[in-house]
């Protein structure tokens, strides 16, 4: 069973930096893109950041500069490294990655549990 587990949230005051991981375990035969989005209460959850197979990235216009994905696909991990961190990016981070657990299966999306990031003013 392929399962994601992020880890790196937590309290940081504005202006700090945190390092968000997310790695992938199971059976993986392949993974395409991997990405990072966040939820804010009572907003929608959005695209922060995605990183494709060939390392091509796309960032959200609000975290362009300040944040920045990059993967290992040895350790089958995908990072996002947030610098000058806003009271706004204050959210539940996701980890999405779209992976096929077997040669000739489909590949398809997997969601990680979530990490908590807050940001103080």
């Known amino acids: 069973q392929v399962q994601l587990v992020e880890s790196g949230g937590g309290l940081v005051q504005a202006g700090g930096s945190l390092r968000l991981s997310c790695a992938a375990s199971?059976?993986?035969?392949?993974?395409?893109?991997m990405g990072w989005y966040r939820q804010a209460p009572g907003k929608q959850r959005e695209l922060v950041a995605v990183?494709?197979?060939?390392?091509?990235?796309n960032y959200a216009d609000a975290v362009k500069g300040r944040f920045t994905i990059s993967r290992e696909d040895a350790k089958n991990t995908v990072y996002l490294q947030m610098n000058s961190l806003k009271p706004e990016d204050t959210a539940v981070y996701y980890c999405?990655?779209?992976?096929?657990?077997?040669?000739?299966?489909?590949?398809?999306?997997?969601w990680g549990q979530g990490t908590q990031v807050t940001v103080s003013s």
């Open positions: 990183i494709s197979s060939g390392s091509s990235m």
């Open positions: 199971g059976s993986i035969a392949s993974i395409n893109t």
């Open positions: 999405k990655a779209n992976m096929k657990a077997t040669v000739l299966g489909p590949y398809l999306d997997y």
